[in-house]
């Protein structure tokens, strides 16, 4: 089995893991990445911190520094970017995003090194549509964050169920907060006055409220898109917008946050096995 893991969860991992105790468990998985996803992880690691002032210099340096873990899982020789013609063939997917090399790299792997993949993304819409191909295929399958922790807690004996639950809620949090962050910014907003007879952008305004409070998030998803696409018309949204784009760019699902809570609840009243002799 190889493990390949995208930019969004490795980035839950370096927030949520204060103490490095996940990814040292990581380390023990045979996982890779492309630099693409790393560069992208380099990149959007640090946004949640440009919302805070003061600005925490401390926690950005703990970020780079665990950052090393994943640089050295790089899968360097990019020979499987000699697929990307054939696998668009295949699968015609539309952007050359991290999820996209990864699924090339995937793709590679199971080709040339015979094994099976594990791909592990909270991509929602990215984690839809790669994985027909990857069953069609008969290569492996896409899994995420929560299927992450609930492995690596089954595979190490001094990963208790009460660590599970924290990481867990954690990872809720993560994006709890950033919704709970984006909910008080737009409810706050007052339409500035010479956009007062811009309908269209209080009409976004008022579905992006909507959508957030109900946790719609696929809806939400949207909306921003629509936003960024016309910049100029609904310029004072996209300020306000543009500010939580690290969050919108992981397009993260409803699902996915229930899954989060479920599995919460699922430590307790339905264990996950786990086997370790005295």
């Known amino acids: 089995m190889q493990y390949i893991l995208d930019a969004c969860t490795i980035i839950n991992l370096l927030h949520i893991d204060e103490d490095e105790f996940l990814l040292k468990k990581l380390s023990s998985l045979e996982f890779k990445i492309c630099k693409a996803v790393y560069d992208e992880t380099r990149k959007n690691a640090f946004k949640k911190f440009e919302r805070i002032r003061p600005y925490p210099s401390d926690k950005s340096k703990i970020i780079e520094r665990k950052l090393n873990y994943f640089r050295t899982r790089i899968h360097n020789d990019e020979s499987y970017t000699d697929l990307s013609d054939s696998v668009l ?39 839809e549509y790669f994985t027909p191909h990857l069953g069609h295929n008969k290569m492996g399958y896409i899994e995420d964050s929560v299927d992450l922790l609930i492995l690596l807690y089954r595979q190490n004996q001094d990963f208790t169920a009460t660590d599970l639950k924290k990481f867990l809620s954690s990872l809720y949090s993560e994006y709890a907060i950033e919704i709970g962050e984006l909910e008080k910014e737009i409810n706050g907003l007052d339409i500035p006055a010479h956009q007062i007879k811009n309908r269209d952008a209080s009409l976004k305004l008022n579905q992006m409220r909507i959508a957030i409070k109900n946790l719609k998030l696929d809806e939400a998803s949207k909306i921003y898109v629509d936003v960024c696409d016309d910049s100029k018309k609904y310029n004072f949204l996209y300020y306000i917008f543009s500010k939580y784009s690290s969050f919108f760019d992981k397009e993260l699902s409803s699902d996915f946050l229930d899954k989060i809570k479920d599995n919460i609840s699922h430590v307790d009243s339905k264990p996950f096995y786990k086997y370790f002799p005295n």
């Open 89 to 127: 063939e295949s699968m015609n997917y539309p952007k050359r995003n991290g999820e996209f090399f990864s699924i090339l790299l995937s793709y590679y792997l199971n080709t040339f090194e015979k094994c099976h993949i594990l791909f592990f993304t909270d991509d929602s819409p990215a984690k």
